[in-house]
């Protein structure tokens, strides 16, 4: 009895040559990341592992060990999707499951979806609307699925103040500014973060016109004062 062929996608010759790509891209310095941070995504490939993987998957395909091929083909093709900042559709994060998870961080009060995407966590005052609080969450989603494709927004339910009330968000596995592939940047804010800076500024330059005008006022009723009656 003969072993099947092995089969493949036809577009799985793309893995080697985008990874070898990825990996042979220049290396960046990212700072370490502490035990207490989730995984990071788009970060270059290592040259080295991608050659380990590439060897063996060649290896087991000569072989014609089918399991050891579609192990280390599943594992080229997720680091890959990491490095190129692609969420993986087949482990979509339940979200009654993650709005449980979240709730049992310290200091959330809440939690709730916005779309499908963008999990809101109302926390307990400012010293929980923190990047600390934010890995925390995306840390207890781990286990759930992909965080790749979730953004956490946390929001200081205690606020009373427009600037309090400005909410923190971040995808769970980049850095904050940075979107997973085909990922919209989501405004949360009741009031956008440029509209609040400009009306700071506004003010700034009231008062300092306020200012200037008490400090004119103030001169020209001391100029009166020292006019010699006649």
Known sequence: MTA???????????????????????????????????????QPLDPAETAVRMAALQGAAVAGDQD???????????????????PDATRRIDPE????????????????WIDRENLLALVDGPAYRTQP????????????GDTLAVVVNLQDATARSGDALEVLSRNCQLATGDWAFMQRNRQVDVVAPAIRAQYRANQDVMHRAQVSKTHDDAANAAALEAIPEM
């Open 4 to 42: 099947s062929p092995l089969r493949f996608p036809a577009w799985w010759p793309l893995i080697f040559a985008t990874a070898g790509l990825v990996a042979c891209a220049p290396a960046t310095s990212p700072e370490p990341t502490p035990a207490s941070r989730p995984p990071q995504a788009g």
């Open 68 to 86: 050891a091929v579609r192990r280390n083909f599943e594992a080229m093709h997720g680091d890959l999707m990491r490095a190129t900042k692609i």
């Open 97 to 112: 499951a993650a709005r449980t998870a979240a709730r049992a961080v310290l200091g959330v009060r809440s939690v709730a």
């Open 133 to 144: 609080t934010l890995d925390t969450i995306c840390l207890q989603l781990e286990p759930l």
